[in-house]
């Protein structure tokens, strides 16, 4: 289940007590709306589908592929289709390889989507055995589709780009430096991402 609205005020109010450019970040972007995808299978081959596309070609493709699939595109109706089959939806080579790896993963059991570990970083180690899942888009996957409330995808640019700017820092702060500065935000890290993406666009000189 996603972060509610509530929640993550609650987190981000925690935080505002402790850090004043929290605190700075709400008065002028206020709080941001909880960001929300389905749990399971199709999620995943969806964030598959969608790499390195537009959004409006990932649906494209999507779109074919569920009217040739069925809804969802189930796991095992998508491993009994063979390359051009798929091709002609507009899965590439790659993303086939991708896609078959996510199936074959569900199918055998081997990955459940019900069952991930509750430590976060066993689950996320576990949803990236699948080729072209990397660990942001599982970091993604559990932040917003389980609602997991200290993921912190410190990967992320606009991560980076915002916490450099709620900090006044000269520079974008590199991976590792936003992974240092978010252990105070523990174990509110996943509030503070979904408001880093918040205040991507907003002018902190306007304070």
Avoid at 27 to 54: E, F
Avoid at 71 to 82: F, H, K, R, V, Y
Avoid at 95 to 118: E, H, I, M, T, W
Wanted: glycine letters at 6%; charged letters at 25%.
């Amino acid at each position: 289940m996603s972060m509610s609205a509530e929640q993550i005020k609650a987190d981000l109010d925690a935080l505002a007590a402790q850090f004043d450019y929290i605190k700075e970040a709400i008065d002028l972007a206020g709080y941001p709306k909880p960001r929300i995808r389905d749990r399971g299978y199709s999620t995943m081959l969806r964030t598959i589908v969608g790499q390195q596309v537009s959004v409006a070609a990932a649906a494209s493709i999507w779109n074919k592929m569920e009217a040739f699939l069925g809804e969802g595109c189930p796991a095992q109706i998508l491993l009994s289709n063979d390359f051009d089959a798929l091709r002609a939806c507009g899965l590439s080579r790659q993303k086939q390889g991708y896609a078959r790896s996510l199936a074959q993963l569900v199918v055998s059991g081997a990955l459940k989507f019900d069952n991930f570990p509750a430590d976060d970083e066993a689950a996320i180690a576990q949803l990236t055995q699948v080729k072209g899942i990397g660990r942001w888009s599982a970091e993604i996957y559990f932040l917003f589709a389980e609602g997991r409330s200290d993921i912190w995808p410190a990967g992320d640019l606009a991560i980076q780009e915002s916490v450099g700017k709620m900090l006044r820092l000269s520079e974008r702060p590199s991976e590792k430096e936003i992974r240092v500065i978010a252990e105070d935000w523990r174990p509110y890290r996943g509030a503070a991402a979904i408001m880093a993406w918040h205040i991507y666009n907003v002018e902190f000189d306007a304070i």
